[in-house]
């Protein structure tokens, strides 16, 4: 039906076995660094220089803020989903990355399609469609780490506390022990205490870097028992048993509806799934209808129904605890 030459098979398993190879030799030599300076960016910045402040100055400037911690941008709304994000490249190099996408879309549109209207369009959505929906997807996916890390940084709070330490050395223990995004965060609030930012600003600095929805429990507790009083540490234990019957929660709503979400995903890829195979099997079948702009008008409906019907699909499957 189709010609193939097994040649090029050769060359993609030569090509793999080279980089399992490279990858073998580069965890061999990854292996020996430290534990400490690898667990989170925090440390890794802080086995390079000494001094707290200017580790501080670092991450803050690596998040798009200002070095004392303020918005860098006038827009607050984007400021917040680049904080969010979580990445360390900064505001500029951002930018740059940015401006290089869009270009790069215009020219390889330009050059395979060959209309400089279409690769315009292909630069205005690499320019400006897909740069927030990227960074909401990755700020997404880390709030959702953040949550599943937050019980187990409680815990590591609430026994602190219990051995006779204070609050901001309890803090710094999660700093320590634990991996990102939840080592570095909790580094920044240790770091931010040390140089004379009150607990409940510096909580309240963490939920606006996150904005989960379990965090403003934690912020509340800490600036309820720090004004009148009481056992920090079991608030934060039966807080931390609150927020993990609501992730089981989660999790067991989530099996429940992964036949729905799995039905969507293949009544959504089956006609595109069909078409591929029809186009690759047989070129010429749509070849007399495919110019015509009845053709385009449908095409554009059913896309445009099919949209419809994923997002009712998705609503019922996804939502809020």
């Known amino acids: 039906m189709f010609d193939f030459n097994s040649i090029y098979l050769f060359y993609l398993l030569v090509g793999l076995s080279a980089a399992m190879f490279a990858e073998g030799i580069y965890l061999l030599v990854y292996s020996n660094a430290s534990y400490r300076k690898n667990i989170n960016r925090r440390l890794k910045v802080m086995s390079d220089k000494t001094d707290r402040e200017s580790v501080l100055v670092q991450l803050r400037r690596e998040r798009g803020l200002t070095s004392a911690g303020d918005y860098r941008l006038p827009i607050v709304s984007l400021n917040q989903l680049l904080l969010q994000s979580g990445l360390t490249i900064g505001f500029g190099r951002l930018i740059i990355v940015i401006v290089a996408g869009a270009v790069a879309a215009f020219v390889a549109m330009l050059t395979f399609e060959g209309s400089a209207f279409h690769a315009f369009l292909a630069a205005l959505f690499c320019g400006i469609a897909l740069p927030p929906l990227v960074l909401k997807f990755m700020r997404s996916r880390r709030q959702k780490k953040f949550s599943a890390q937050f019980p187990d940084g409680i815990d590591i709070i609430v026994r602190s506390l219990r051995a006779g330490h204070p609050v901001p050395i309890a803090i710094s223990m999660v700093a320590k022990e634990m991996r990102d995004p939840i080592g570095t965060e909790f580094g920044i609030v240790s770091d931010e205490l040390t140089y004379g930012s009150d607990l409940e600003t510096a909580m309240r600095n963490l939920f606006f870097r ?35 019957q609501r992730f089981k929660m989660r999790r067991k709503i989530r099996a429940l509806a992964a036949e729905g979400r799995a039905s969507a995903l293949i009544l959504s890829s089956l006609p595109i799934g069909m078409f591929a195979v029809i186009q690759f099997l047989v070129p010429s079948f749509y070849a007399s209808v495919w110019d015509q702009d009845l053709t385009k008008i449908a095409l554009s409906l059913a896309g445009c129904w099919m949209g419809v019907g994923n997002f009712i699909m998705y609503r019922m499957v996804n939502f809020r605890i």
Not at 217 to 232: K, P
Request: charged share 15%; aromatic share 2%.
């Open 210 to 244: 996150i904005g989960t929805d379990d965090l403003p429990l934690f912020v509340t507790a800490v600036a309820i028992q720090r004004s009148t009083g009481g056992n920090l540490g079991e608030i934060l234990e039966n807080l931390s048993s609150v927020i993990r």
